[in-house]
């Protein structure tokens, strides 16, 4: 059996992203609502400088609280592809033009709620340009070495799946 939705109500239109009540029947043909948050996407790069090092920023995330590390990444514009996305980002958030990205993965991050998937890069061959961040971006930058992101996981001090995601595939692909 397919899922049919009768019924979506907007619940709430917002900058980024918006919130939906879809009345619909389940595959198991149960009929119930659900609140889903609609997300145009996102793009993430693993920054590799020359080194060896990763790029990591330490952003303040008020949802949370607190500041995260993480790598860069960023929200798609409308029609924008995802590449031209993760260029952009990389650009804005860290300074940092690369020469080549290979997509490592596209995740979802949370689909019991949203519909947001994330695609994951490579960011290698990076040349400095200029950091240009928006007004509310609260982040610094830290290089670090891959061996340190790593133990970095193990001992929770990142904790952004995107982040964790993106680290683990790239060990992954250096083997």
Not at 30 to 55: C, S, W
Not at 59 to 70: C, I, N, P, S
Not at 77 to 93: G, N, Q, W
Request: hydrophobic share 45%; net charge negative.
């Amino acid at each position: 059996m397919s899922v049919k939705v009768h019924k979506i109500t907007s619940l709430y239109h917002g900058k980024i992203f918006d919130v939906v009540l879809e009345n619909v029947t389940l595959p198991n043909g149960v009929i119930k609502d659900r609140e889903i948050v609609r997300h145009p996407g996102a793009a993430a790069m693993v920054p590799f400088l020359n080194d060896g090092k990763v790029v990591l920023i330490k952003q303040y995330r008020h949802a949370v609280g607190k500041f995260l590390w993480e790598i860069p990444a960023g929200t798609l514009e409308p029609d924008e592809e995802p590449i031209e996305c993760a260029k952009r980002e990389l650009v804005e958030e860290t300074g940092y033009k690369a020469a080549r990205f290979d997509k490592l993965t596209e995740i979802l991050p949370a689909p019991g709620y949203t519909d947001e998937h994330i695609h994951i890069f490579l960011a290698t061959g990076l040349t400095l340009v200029g950091q240009n961040l928006e007004d509310d971006e609260v982040l610094a930058l830290q290089p670090t070495g891959f061996d340190m992101a790593l133990e970095m996981i193990q001992q929770g001090e990142i904790q952004d799946a995107k982040t964790i995601i993106g680290l683990l595939l790239s060990f992954m692909k250096k083997l």
